[in-house]
RNA sequence: GCGCCCGUAGCUCAGUCGGAUAGAGCAACGGCCUUCUAAGCCGUGGGUCGGGGGUUCGAAUCCCUCCGGGCGCGCCA
């Protein structure tokens, strides 16, 4: 699929000792200089020539046949031009034969994935942040998926807790309430906690209660929980995230593998119980470096755990299925206790999940607070990019029905809110702000989308675009040339993708895919082109462009367009 | 204070396992709808790649240092 790899056979039967790698083929800077570029300074080297030298001997030397045109040295590069029209049927081949997989490496068969992500505290809407980690967790399952990989999504619901203890109390008449409310009732409950100590003390009275099994504050705690994690899910499911299994921290709460752990703590003398009768981890005993963050307590003075003591439990629990890829989505802000967890794991000898960081959205007051209730929820976000989806879609498709016109709007609404969060490198912060997240024109969702409309209008009116491709294809038009380049590279961006990690590259792949799509569309007519060959192959180039921009906005969680 | 992440155009971001004149979008200005969807296209202006050192034939990219922002550092989860 590589149109390059063609090129480096030849050359690598023409000098001794250089390995595939040496060669390193690239775009030029411009299409004038050539078709594809070879930066010679790692071959020149091992060659024991000079780069320039070197270009100028291989264009002499090595005979490409039919399928380069010309080789020109310039400098330490050597510039090819190519015969476009095999180079065509052969990238256009490899998509429209392997349609949904096409970009797929196919290194996940038979492999499996478990992946936490989201696991947002049952106490409220979610807000903007939040999102951050639920659309790019669902996007690396997607993205996954697509390699190949049998996921199975997790989402910890932490059922217990200081704060939802603090919400039990203050709204006794919690079954009464809809889930809008909860957020208000959140607030309140942490600023009366917050100066009144005796308040604040019945929490946590009420949460070892809970610790200790008494039935009714069980139900109340499942109640809110229960609640909350619907609301929330409701919320995500619009933006198309799901999740396969719900984990309730207070299934650890009693965990016999915490013995296992405790044993090998004590083994390293690595745990003791503090001047204020708590039972904590000196993590220097098991291999952390610095003094900050040394200490992690497991349980409090009252015999109630804490957080990361079920965490270690609940992270046990996820090791022992076995899957392949253990993926743990976590804001940067857990990068420490990460740390910890996976230090007490491996003193116990078992295996840490790969953690995978993603940086805060921000507002331009500062961090976004449940607590304090500086957010943007997600739904109000939601709503407010259909409310304008909608607004543009009655202008644009008065063709349409009603509940068509609906449909897209929601769609548009959500392609515009992830791609806007998605494109950006997980390790960087964001600063939210409404506008620029809700735009439809320019370097978004919706422009990819409707590329992706604009491309599906042609073919419907082409008709059935063959899928056999012979002899050369006639695309030559510089603009066909980068589009179809672009569309070659897709199955790399994936590879790259998945090693780092990393969503960011798929948005912007799809982005640059849209772009080269559009000047295209502008420059070479498709339906009026001057020969049928000519119509024939651009409408193939159409139903490519289509298939891998289709491929590509699955992974970012985003639907192709048949009309907008 | 210590550790991790970030700093590229007025704004939001690509580009960072070193390679040819640093790329988009938004905003500004000027054009383009009797030809496949103007949520579009073309053009103009706009950059000490945070500052300073270093490594290299070559640095936005690697190293050191300083500055600025984010996050974390013993009974929140």
Redesign the pocket.
């Given at each position: 699929m590589n149109p390059y790899k063609t090129l480096a056979e030849p050359i690598l039967a023409a000098y001794h000792g250089l390995a595939p790698e040496d060669l390193?083929f690239?775009p030029?800077?411009?299409l004038?200089?050539?078709d594809v570029?070879?930066?010679t300074?790692?071959a020149a080297?091992k060659a024991n020539m000079k780069?320039a030298d070197f270009a100028a001997d291989i264009s002499v030397r090595v005979d490409f046949g039919s399928r380069v045109i010309s080789v020109t040295p310039?400098?330490?590069?050597?510039?090819f031009r190519l015969n476009r029209g095999v180079f065509a049927r052969e990238m256009l081949s490899a998509i429209l034969s392997e349609r949904e997989h096409f970009g797929s490496g196919g290194s996940g068969a038979g492999k499996t994935l478990l992946i936490e992500h989201t696991?947002i505290?049952p106490n409220a809407s979610p807000h903007v942040g939040r999102a951050r980690n639920a659309m790019y967790g669902d996007s690396l399952t997607r993205l996954f998926r697509f390699e190949g990989y049998d996921a199975d999504v997790h989402y910890y619901v932490?059922d217990?807790?200081?704060?939802?203890?603090l919400l039990v109390l203050h709204a006794a008449n919690i079954q009464d309430m809809v889930f809008d409310e909860v957020l208000d009732a959140y607030v309140e409950a942490n600023a009366r906690a917050e100066r009144d100590p005796e308040f604040a003390e019945k929490g946590?009275e009420l949460?070892a209660k809970m610790e200790e099994g008494d039935p009714e504050t069980a139900q109340r705690f499942h109640d809110v929980t229960e609640l909350c994690l619907k609301g929330q899910l409701e919320v995500l499911g619009r933006l198309g995230i799901a999740y396969d299994q719900f984990d309730r921290?207070s299934k650890y709460l009693k965990d016999s593998r915490l013995d296992e752990v405790l044993e090998a703590l004590r083994k390293n003398d690595a745990v003791f119980t503090?001047e204020?009768d708590?039972l904590?981890v000196d993590l220097s005993k098991i291999g952390h470096k610095?003094?900050?963050?040394?200490?992690?307590?497991l349980m409090?003075?009252?015999g109630?755990s804490?957080?990361?003591f079920?965490d270690l439990a609940y992270t046990i629990d996820k090791m022992e299925k076995g899957a392949d890829v253990n993926l743990w989505v976590l804001?940067?802000?857990?990068?420490?206790?990460a740390e910890q967890l996976t230090l007490i794991l491996r003193a116990a000898g078992k295996v840490a999940p790969e953690p995978t960081?993603y940086?805060?959205i921000?507002l331009k007051e500062?961090?976004m607070s449940t607590r304090e209730g500086k957010v943007v929820l997600l739904s109000d976000f939601l709503d407010e990019a259909a409310s304008r989806?909608a607004e543009?879609?009655e202008?644009?498709?008065t063709d349409l029905s009603p509940e068509e016109r609906g449909a897209?709007?929601e769609k548009?609404a959500i392609s515009?809110v992830r791609f806007?969060i998605l494109?950006?490198?997980p390790?960087?912060?964001?600063?939210f702000?409404w506008?620029?997240?809700l735009?439809?024109?320019?370097?978004?969702g919706?422009?990819v989308?409707?590329?992706c409309?604009?491309i599906?209008?042609?073919l419907r009116?082409?008709g059935e675009v063959p899928g056999e491709l012979h002899g050369e294809i006639p695309l030559d038009h510089d603009s066909e040339w980068t589009l179809m380049t672009k569309l070659a590279s897709f199955p790399d961006t994936v590879a790259?993708a998945l090693e780092r990690r990393?969503i960011?590259?798929i948005a912007?792949f799809a982005?640059?895919t849209?772009?080269f799509f559009?000047?295209?569309?502008?420059?070479?007519?498709?339906?009026?082109?001057e020969t049928e060959e000519q119509r024939t192959a651009?409408a193939q180039l159409c139903a490519a462009t289509l298939r891998t921009l289709t491929n590509a906005l699955g992974i970012l969680g985003i639907e192709a367009?048949?009309?907008?």
């Amino acid at each position: 699929m590589n149109p390059y790899k063609t090129l480096a056979e030849p050359i690598l039967a023409a000098y001794h000792g250089l390995a595939p790698e040496d060669l390193d083929f690239g775009p030029p800077p411009k299409l004038e200089v050539g078709d594809v570029a070879l930066r010679t300074f790692v071959a020149a080297k091992k060659a024991n020539m000079k780069p320039a030298d070197f270009a100028a001997d291989i264009s002499v030397r090595v005979d490409f046949g039919s399928r380069v045109i010309s080789v020109t040295p310039a400098g330490p590069y050597l510039n090819f031009r190519l015969n476009r029209g095999v180079f065509a049927r052969e990238m256009l081949s490899a998509i429209l034969s392997e349609r949904e997989h096409f970009g797929s490496g196919g290194s996940g068969a038979g492999k499996t994935l478990l992946i936490e992500h989201t696991s947002i505290n049952p106490n409220a809407s979610p807000h903007v942040g939040r999102a951050r980690n639920a659309m790019y967790g669902d996007s690396l399952t997607r993205l996954f998926r697509f390699e190949g990989y049998d996921a199975d999504v997790h989402y910890y619901v932490n059922d217990i807790g200081r704060q939802i203890g603090l919400l039990v109390l203050h709204a006794a008449n919690i079954q009464d309430m809809v889930f809008d409310e909860v957020l208000d009732a959140y607030v309140e409950a942490n600023a009366r906690a917050e100066r009144d100590p005796e308040f604040a003390e019945k929490g946590y009275e009420l949460l070892a209660k809970m610790e200790e099994g008494d039935p009714e504050t069980a139900q109340r705690f499942h109640d809110v929980t229960e609640l909350c994690l619907k609301g929330q899910l409701e919320v995500l499911g619009r933006l198309g995230i799901a999740y396969d299994q719900f984990d309730r921290e207070s299934k650890y709460l009693k965990d016999s593998r915490l013995d296992e752990v405790l044993e090998a703590l004590r083994k390293n003398d690595a745990v003791f119980t503090d001047e204020e009768d708590r039972l904590v981890v000196d993590l220097s005993k098991i291999g952390h470096k610095r003094d900050e963050g040394r200490y992690f307590v497991l349980m409090r003075a009252n015999g109630s755990s804490m957080y990361g003591f079920r965490d270690l439990a609940y992270t046990i629990d996820k090791m022992e299925k076995g899957a392949d890829v253990n993926l743990w989505v976590l804001g940067e802000d857990h990068k420490l206790y990460a740390e910890q967890l996976t230090l007490i794991l491996r003193a116990a000898g078992k295996v840490a999940p790969e953690p995978t960081y993603y940086a805060h959205i921000l507002l331009k007051e500062g961090r976004m607070s449940t607590r304090e209730g500086k957010v943007v929820l997600l739904s109000d976000f939601l709503d407010e990019a259909a409310s304008r989806a909608a607004e543009k879609v009655e202008r644009q498709c008065t063709d349409l029905s009603p509940e068509e016109r609906g449909a897209i709007a929601e769609k548009v609404a959500i392609s515009a809110v992830r791609f806007a969060i998605l494109r950006v490198s997980p390790n960087k912060n964001v600063i939210f702000d409404w506008e620029s997240s809700l735009s439809f024109t320019g370097d978004t969702g919706p422009y990819v989308q409707y590329s992706c409309a604009r491309i599906n209008s042609i073919l419907r009116k082409f008709g059935e675009v063959p899928g056999e491709l012979h002899g050369e294809i006639p695309l030559d038009h510089d603009s066909e040339w980068t589009l179809m380049t672009k569309l070659a590279s897709f199955p790399d961006t994936v590879a790259s993708a998945l090693e780092r990690r990393n969503i960011a590259p798929i948005a912007q792949f799809a982005l640059d895919t849209a772009r080269f799509f559009t000047t295209f569309y502008h420059d070479c007519p498709v339906l009026m082109a001057e020969t049928e060959e000519q119509r024939t192959a651009r409408a193939q180039l159409c139903a490519a462009t289509l298939r891998t921009l289709t491929n590509a906005l699955g992974i970012l969680g985003i639907e192709a367009l048949e009309r907008m």
